[in-house]
Structure formats: structure tokens, C-alpha cells
């Protein structure tokens, strides 16, 4: 009777330490989209500044938001370059007739990496994307994407669910991409 006990209780630990943990995303728009996106033009993503929370800044977390963005478009648009020295709209005159129709700016509203495992406060992240035609200079689109890894069985799967934030951003980006070429 011991042992199937036993068993009994390693099978439900088994079965809390997996499929315990999920993400979690949001979108929403805070500008509809005016027009959708014609597939095939060149995008340029801008490089946002580092995400922090508190005091802590999270080295590289604006230029890995730009690939991940980058990866998203890259569906649609055979050109999608990522620029280190274009900050924000200031680029768009040089933009105009570069081979680029969008400019995407993103911002890295909130960025939370639980570097401790046994930390019961999940990663987060919280992106700002505004997308702008390079053509006429209007602001097309301008959306923002949330998510945040959760537990049921926090204090459990922390130390077994070392996720990082970056890891939050892959599908709502896509989403987002797709959005804006419907």
C-alpha cells in the first residue's frame, strides 16, 4: 500500500510541475490602422532604448524587440533592415526614396527578467510599435503588445521555468505584423 502511495503522489507532482506554467499575451490598438500594409515594401525598424524595470536596465532588450520585429515582418517584406544611428521619425526625410515604404518605431515600455528562479513575480514585457508611411509621413498604425509568463504552482515551477522576457515577444509580434497587413 506504501508504494502505490508513493507512486500516486510522484505521479501528481509530475503532473503540477508540468503543464503548470503558461503565457500570457494582450494586444491591443491604440490607433486603428488607417490603411493595411502593402506587402513587399521595405520596412525599417528603429533600434528602441533598453527596456528597465526599477533601476535595473536591461542591456540589449530595445535591439532584440527590433529583431524579433524584424523576424515578423520579414513574412511580408523581403527588405526589413534593422537601423542602429535612426532615432524615432528624425530619419524619415533621408528615409524617403531609400527603398523603404514603412518606418517602425518601436518603445520598450516595461521589461521584467526574474533573474532569481524561486521568485514567484513573473517576466514581463510591454511593447509600444508605431508604424509610419515613409511616403506621406503619416502615422498608419500604433499598437501595443503585452505578455508575461504565469504559474499556477508558483513557488513549484519557478525553478524549473527559467523563461526570459525576450521569449514573450515572438507571437505577439507576429500578431501585430499580421494585423497591420490583414
Known amino acids: 500500500m506504501q508504494t502505490l502511495s508513493n507512486k500516486l503522489i510522484t505521479v501528481i507532482?509530475?503532473?503540477?510541475?508540468?503543464?503548470?506554467?503558461?503565457?500570457?499575451?494582450?494586444?491591443?490598438?491604440?490607433q486603428a490602422l488607417s490603411s493595411p500594409l502593402v506587402r513587399n515594401h521595405g520596412?525599417?525598424?528603429?533600434?528602441?532604448?533598453?527596456?528597465?524595470?526599477k533601476d535595473i536596465v536591461y542591456e540589449d532588450s530595445g535591439l532584440v524587440t527590433a529583431e524579433m520585429l524584424r523576424k515578423?515582418?520579414?513574412?511580408?517584406?523581403?527588405?526589413?533592415?534593422?537601423?542602429?544611428?535612426?532615432?524615432?521619425?528624425?530619419?524619415?526625410?533621408?528615409?524617403?526614396?531609400?527603398?523603404?515604404?514603412?518606418?517602425?518605431?518601436?518603445e520598450v515600455v516595461n521589461?521584467?527578467?526574474?533573474?532569481?528562479?524561486?521568485?514567484?513575480?513573473?517576466?514581463?514585457?510591454?511593447?509600444?510599435?508605431?508604424?509610419?508611411?515613409?511616403?506621406?509621413?503619416?502615422?498608419?498604425?500604433?499598437?501595443?503588445?503585452?505578455?508575461?509568463?504565469?504559474?499556477v504552482f508558483p513557488l513549484i515551477t519557478s525553478p524549473f521555468n527559467n523563461h526570459k522576457p525576450h521569449e514573450l515577444l515572438e507571437t505577439p509580434s507576429a500578431v501585430y505584423v499580421s494585423k497591420l497587413y490583414r
Open 43 to 53: 520596412v525599417l525598424i528603429t533600434i528602441p532604448a533598453d527596456g528597465q524595470f
Open 111 to 151: 521589461w521584467e527578467n526574474r533573474i532569481f528562479e524561486w521568485s514567484t513575480s513573473p517576466d514581463r514585457v510591454k511593447i509600444m510599435v508605431t508604424t509610419y508611411d515613409v511616403l506621406t509621413g503619416e502615422k498608419i498604425s500604433n499598437g501595443i503588445f503585452y505578455g508575461k509568463f504565469s504559474s
Open 13 to 30: 507532482a509530475l503532473l503540477m510541475l508540468s503543464g503548470c506554467s503558461s503565457t500570457i499575451y494582450k494586444y491591443a490598438d491604440t
Open 72 to 106: 515578423a515582418f520579414l513574412q511580408f517584406s523581403p527588405r526589413v533592415d534593422i537601423a542602429a544611428n535612426c532615432e524615432s521619425t528624425g530619419c524619415m526625410e533621408y528615409l524617403s526614396g531609400k527603398h523603404y515604404r514603412y518606418l517602425v518605431v518601436p
